[in-house]
């Protein structure tokens, strides 16, 4: 009998295990949050190099920055300032938002909210350009970026759902070594159980996701969850319990910087414990959409 109940969240920041919802977790949170910062940190500089770094100044975590973040109705709370390397294998500082959302400091001054949210998803209205063809390519190979075979098939799984829904934007997905022509690259990176990704821009997703190694010994349902989520953020979603994060445990409001969270007509208000743009996920995910999900993707696409 499982005693237990077990919830990962999908991006190392958050993760934490809830073994007696009666007592405190900070003190397990604080811990988790600096093993794992400290081994994102590790992994995202073994490569550095002076003659790959950005001539960019460091980033800073401003008055101006978090009122921009605000504007945009992204969470202000806890932004970090991280080493990303990017599909060039440059290495430059980004912003690390709500734990699973990357932007970088141009990705920031480029992006703009007109009219707020609109959607129960809570998304930006930096959406992808309809109709189009995604293509996405999950990196094969024997180094530690390819995708181990629950990965591989947990991303088949998530891209199969998007396009039996029929949107307006279909996916088509390879694995390959190659990223030549890709829109949106997956690949793995040692980290515990989660993945991350960012906005779109210009019209275009965004271009990669990380699935964490912790990822390694999961379900398929788990890696298909985890991944369907990671494209979601790609694709302009934003999590459905930012008014609370109930799924991590926590009752932490996201913000909505005033400017509301109008619903699709059909979605709930409260809570939805089966979303898979939830903050944080089980070990029991199954990686399907809801009811609710897909209302909000047909809506969107």
């Excluded at 409260?270 to 047909?298: H, I």
Aim: proline content about 3%; charged content about 15%; overall charge neutral.
């Amino acid at each position: 009998m499982i005693t237990n109940i077990t919830i990962f969240c999908k991006d190392p920041f958050y993760q934490h295990y809830l073994t007696n919802p009666n007592k405190p977790i900070m003190k397990k949170i604080k811990s988790i949050l600096a093993l794992s910062f400290i081994a994102l940190t590790l992994f995202s500089c073994n490569k550095e190099d002076e003659a790959t770094q950005s001539n960019q100044e460091s980033l800073k975590v401003t008055p101006e920055v978090l009122n921009k973040l605000s504007s945009l109705s992204l969470n202000t709370t806890d932004v970090q300032v991280i080493k990303n390397t990017n599909l060039e294998g440059i290495t430059e500082d980004a912003f690390l938002i709500e734990g699973d959302i990357i932007i970088t400091q141009d990705q920031l001054n480029k992006m703009d909210l007109h009219g707020g949210i609109t959607t129960e998803q809570y998304r930006t209205t930096n959406l992808v350009s309809a109709p189009r063809t995604i293509r996405v390519v999950g990196l094969s190979g024997t180094g530690t970026t390819a995708l181990t075979t629950n990965m591989r098939a947990g991303l088949q799984a998530a891209i199969n759902r998007y396009n039996n829904l029929g949107l307006s934007i279909t996916f088509t997905l390879t694995f390959s070594s190659s990223t030549s022509g890709a829109n949106i690259v997956v690949r793995r990176q040692t980290g515990s159980a989660g993945g991350v990704a960012g906005f779109p821009s210009g019209g275009a997703p965004y271009n990669s996701v990380t699935l964490y190694s912790g990822l390694d010994t999961y379900s398929t349902g788990v890696n298909a969850h985890v991944a369907a989520h990671e494209i979601g953020h790609c694709i302009g979603l934003r999590h459905t319990d930012w008014f609370s994060r109930q799924s991590c445990g926590q009752n932490s409001n996201e913000g909505t910087a005033g400017v509301g969270a109008i619903l699709i007509p059909g979605t709930p208000s409260g809570y939805d414990s089966t979303s898979y743009m939830r903050a944080c996920f089980s070990s029991s995910e199954t990686g399907a959409f809801n009811t609710n999900d897909v209302t909000a993707l047909n809506y969107l696409y």
